[in-house]
């Protein structure tokens, strides 16, 4: 248990106002997106990566598990504590002091507490931008330790392709620092260190600063959207896009249910189809030219007309109801609870898996909108269901089952960006089975005495 003498000498660590204890003030870190939540004892908000290595260092000493967390915006519960009530929460949400652009070398280095919202709008006056773009507001910290890649994944890639350098806390008596900071495009020294933290949700080390690489702000942004008779026809547009070389910042896919839910949410009047959010970026010529050339293939496959737009507020609009696609799902049932699922298959069966998903749906008459990032085969459900019905819980995490199984038996993977955490262990069995005696291996040589985020990803 975390006593009186462990709180005092946290506290001596991180200060009075680092460290909270009231019930009230510990709701906020427990939430998740999962409905089988634990509940957190402490919770440590640590300033600087030296802050943290001492916390570490003492909950190491002293037997106390720790999850670290940043926004909290993970959906399959990787950042909350377990039932036990033993574990201490520590958050990076007040490690928002440094953030130096490198204008040479096109990098930024900043604490891991910064949220991606606030990133791009201190890069604008520069010319640059952070290419992740995701639904949620989330902090660096859990963008690293997800590994998400989001709409500009087709284009920019994920955050571990676009981050050059960390520092981590590792679970030792010391709290020793791996200082795995650089602003080099290409480093082959030694084992790669900075891409096993990524992704690895909090369970191998704490990464409190990063180093990310930045791209120009094209001169040229266009947006536009494009419905579809059939869910195929969308997919077989998404399908030659990519194999014609059309280089496509981004495109995504939201079935019937999610476009009635967009329509009714943001307000907006489109067709209730299958429809592709495309976004394309370059030059004002190229931009117009990988327009017109996809407006040709979504013509080829049954597409309506495609309205596209380089107008800045148009193209906000446009992709504010995309990423307001969550809310939207959950008004068309405020009083069900939601559970974000995400898995990702090979482009060529993302059709097939898809339509097999929405006719397991209308089947056993869930209320659950789909949408997709086409262009990489990773598609996300949001399933509403009433989480105080055992039968109705028992339904959902049946259909989950099913869920995955089919993305697995695809030859996919049970998630493309959400993680493991604690709502997805099963999956990544059936999925990895074979490899999982290595991961426990590296598991328990960085943290042998299980502290960081235990009950994550596997079962030792």
Known sequence: MIDSAHIAALAAIVGDRGILTAEPDLVP??????????????????????????AVGYCVRAGIALVPQSGNTGLVSGATPDATGSQAVLSLDRMVQRFDVDLDNRSLRLDAGFRLSEVNVRLADHGLFFPIDLGADPRLGGMLATNTGGS???????????????????????????????????????????????????????????????????????GGV?????????????????????????????????????????????????????????????????????????AEFGGGEFAYTANAEERTKLWKARHNAYWASRALAPELAALSTDVCVPISRLAECVAATQADIREHGFLAPIVGHAGDGNFHVLLLFDDKDAADVEKAEAFLERLNSRALAMEGTCTGEHGIGQGKIGYLEQELGSALPAMRAIKAGLDPDNIFNPGKIFRL
């Open 29 to 54: 870190c427990q939430t998740g997106a999962r409905y089988d939540l634990g509940r957190a004892s402490i919770v440590l908000r640590p300033q600087t990566t030296e802050e943290v290595s001492q």
């Open 152 to 222: 500009r994944f087709l284009r920019y890639g994920d955050v571990r392709r676009n981050t050059l350098g960390l520092k981590v806390v590792l679970a030792d008596r010391d709290g020793t620092i791996l200082d795995l900071t650089t602003a080099l495009r290409k480093n082959n020294t030694g084992y790669d260190l900075k891409q096993l933290f990524i992704g690895s949700e909090g369970t191998l080390g704490v990464i409190t600063s990063v180093t990310l690489r930045l791209q120009g702000i094209p001169a040229k942004i266009s």
């Open 226 to 298: 494009c419905a579809f008779p059939t869910l195929e026809d969308a997919c077989n547009a998404v399908i030659t896009t990519i194999q014609m070389g059309i280089p496509v910042a981004r495109i995504e896919l939201l079935d019937e249910m999610q476009i009635r839910a967009c329509n009714a949410y943001s307000q907006l009047t489109y067709a209730e189809r299958p429809t592709l959010f495309v976004e394309f970026h370059g030059t004002e010529e190229t931009v117009a030219l990988q327009a017109a050339q996809f407006g040709e293939i979504a």
